[in-house]
């Protein structure tokens, strides 16, 4: 069946060091859109992407999109405690099945 | 945020009881949606509404019954849960067609099975 793999599952950052969190699909994806959960809390949208190759910036927040709409990134520059969280990918095939990706915890060490 | 709305936050119950999960959207979307978020396990979709029919069922056991009276509430019916049904419950709603389906998830409803 269709599945979103995302890596890596965790990952331990002192603050101030960079993050990036990988996104692939084993289909092609019409729109792919990122959420991130606080501890204790929901997920929240980030932002989506629908074209090829299309690169997003949000502060110290980079997304991007592959070329053949299979795969993404989060990459986040200099990381702050209130970064904390699991950061997911979902990809959209159409209809109303958004696949989401098992999700990226993020742990920034002060 | 209060565009999704989900009660109660927190649920105990044994595993004769039947006891309901009650969303609410309040962003005027035509598609609801039920997920299960465990522990280490990624969300899982249980099912989903649009236009207040059923189009999605991911396989979900039977003791688990949903419910979309108009497509500002959603429901999930619980009966003679098991203790692996412990878990997160999302309610999430989004405008669905056309370009893509950004999800709005509620606070969710934190279920405890004894």
């Known amino acids: 069946g269709q599945q979103v793999m995302q890596i890596p599952q965790y990952q331990h950052v002192q603050e101030g060091e960079d993050f990036t969190t990988y996104c692939n699909s084993s289909t092609t994806l019409s729109n792919i859109q990122w959420y991130k959960q606080r501890p204790g809390g929901h997920p929240v949208f980030l932002i989506q992407?629908?074209?090829?190759?299309e690169v997003k910036k949000q502060k110290r927040l980079t997304f991007q999109f592959g070329e053949a709409k299979k795969n993404s990134s989060l990459h986040i520059t200099a990381t702050q405690t209130t970064d904390v969280g699991t950061y997911f990918c979902?990809?959209?095939?159409?209809?109303?099945?958004?696949?989401f990706g098992a999700g990226t915890r993020l742990f920034v060490k002060a | 945020e209060t565009g999704v709305t989900q009660t109660p936050r927190h649920l105990v119950m044994g595993m004769t009881n039947k006891k309901s999960l009650k969303c609410e959207q309040h962003?005027?979307?035509?598609?609801m949606y039920w997920y299960k978020q465990s522990a280490k396990k990624p969300l899982e979709l249980m099912f989903v509404y649009s236009l207040e029919e059923r189009v999605e069922n991911n396989s979900v056991p039977s003791r688990f019954s949903p419910e979309c009276p108009n497509s500002s509430h959603l429901f999930l019916h619980l009966h003679t849960l098991q203790p692996e049904d412990s878990a997160l419950y999302l309610c999430a709603s989004s405008q669905a067609g056309g370009g893509g389906s950004v999800q709005y998830f509620g606070p969710g409803t934190r279920l405890t099975v004894t």
């Open positions: 979902a990809g959209d095939t159409g209809g109303f099945k958004t696949i």
């Open positions: 962003l005027g979307h035509n598609a």
């Open positions: 992407l629908v074209k090829s190759g």
